[in-house]
């Protein structure tokens, strides 16, 4: 159950990534590429690392769940064990770092909003 639920939270990340991927570059083609436009493209950039590692992610799962099957047929080999024990370490790093770049993208974006967009918007 908690795998499942995780792979869905997986796949609303990787949704909320290329939405704001998608928002991001639609808003940059719509004002033209200027000199304050240029910091959206880190968000990009971090957007887009944080989907890879999210299909990352998913691949490793279904590893993960291969290696659960060859364990359960020979449950006593340490070399599955270890490779199942990294193979849940490296899964980890992967989705630990797939939020992080979701969360440094959001942070450049609002940054940004505040920074360049609301004086402008509060002035009108």
Not at 47 to 62: A, D, E, K, P, Q
Not at 85 to 103: I, T, V, Y
Request: aromatic fraction near 20%; glycine fraction near 6%; hydrophobic fraction near 55%.
């Amino acid at each position: 159950m908690q795998g499942e639920a995780q792979q869905k939270y997986v796949y609303f990340i990787l949704a909320a990534n290329g939405s704001a991927i998608g928002f991001t570059v639609q808003f940059i083609i719509s004002k033209g590429i200027t000199q304050n436009l240029w910091v959206l493209f880190i968000a990009i950039v971090c957007w887009g690392f944080s989907f890879f590692l999210g299909c990352r992610y998913l691949i490793m799962v279904l590893k993960i769940l291969l290696l659960q099957q060859k364990l359960i047929r020979t449950p006593n080999d340490p070399a599955y064990n270890k490779l199942f024990d990294e193979a849940n370490r490296r899964g980890a790093k992967k989705f630990n770092w797939m939020f992080r770049f979701l969360m440094a993208g959001v942070f450049v974006f609002i940054t940004w909003f505040f920074i360049w967009s609301f004086p402008h918007i509060a002035m009108r």
